[in-house]
């Protein structure tokens, strides 16, 4: 294992660190484990909280800022956070108009999220959760019951942020959230597979020649494993699945993320997202918006996950909205 890091055990830890240190628009609270908007609470303004296990970076702490969180909690990697963590970024980000937690479909996640939710209001703060679904490559998986949340999680949020940045309340920024990722489907594709620093062993094992069709982001196995294809074979297969699930039809608007899973270079991420642009345009799809790059990663692992939204007006005005994060920054 070749990994830039001191103690396997203080990987978190330290990154949380190093984070304090390069973002100053943001406090972290180390011992706590969670990020917030130096700003927060804001009163009257409801809190949006999200977070999950560590090694998918940006996701989560990598979106806290104007425009989309105001809070994140990193667990440790691949790990859910626990309730108490939970707990006290719901508290930080609460300016008294209530906090929507938005929760990745992970077993773990979803159950810990839950009873930090139970926790805070009997605290008087009203929690609504948003669960993301968005990846079709598998019903059920290692970790979850039913469909996984990944790709799609970066539209939610986003979506959400910019909701409560207009003074939407609680009900409204939940309802926008679930709209986004009611509109939003994912596909992952992995070359190779990534190592936990805490293992020192990959998270499954692949030929020369393999790839994996379908995963997860915690490197948990997908659809099927087979030889490696070209990039346009490869952006069918991912392109196909979701149009299956949600078939996208002449006139309509997508929002099309091609996302890297943290150990491919741009220079391929674009030459799948010309083929899926290629895909879309044989069925009078416009590519309205996109984003190519490393969103919802899974630590080094090499290949990418497909992401589609069907745009609406508001999905889009929402998604063009403004926005200052570590890893999304766009308007005014």
Known sequence: MKKLINDPADVVRDALRGMAAAHPELRVDVEQRFVVRADAPQQGKVGLVSGGGSGHEPLHGGFVGLGMLT????????????????????????????????VKNYTGDVLNFQLAAELADDEGIKVESVLVNDDVAVQDSLYTAGRRGTGGTVVVEKVAGARAEEGGGVEAVAA??????????????????????????PTFEL??????????????PGRERRQIGSA??????????????????????????????????????????NEVVRILGDRGVTVARSLVGNYVTSLEMAGCMLTLTRLDDELTRLWDAPVSTPALRWGG
């Open 71 to 102: 809070a994140a909690v990193p667990g440790e990697v691949f790990t859910s956070p626990v309730p108490d963590q939970i707990l006290a970024a719901t508290q930080a980000a609460s300016g008294g108009a209530g906090v929507v937690h938005v």
């Open 176 to 201: 926008a959230g679930r709209k986004a990722n009611e509109a939003s489907r994912s596909f992952g594709i992995a070359l190779t597979p990534c190592i936990t620093p805490a293992s020192g062993a």
């Open 207 to 220: 030929g020369d020649d393999e790839i994996e069709i379908g995963i997860g982001i915690h490197g948990e």
């Open 232 to 273: 346009a074979e490869l952006a069918e297969i991912a392109a196909a699945a979701i149009l299956e699930d949600m078939p996208l039809d002449r006139g309509d608007n997508a929002l099309v993320i091609v996302n890297g899973m943290g150990g491919t270079p741009q220079i391929e991420l674009y030459i799948v997202f």
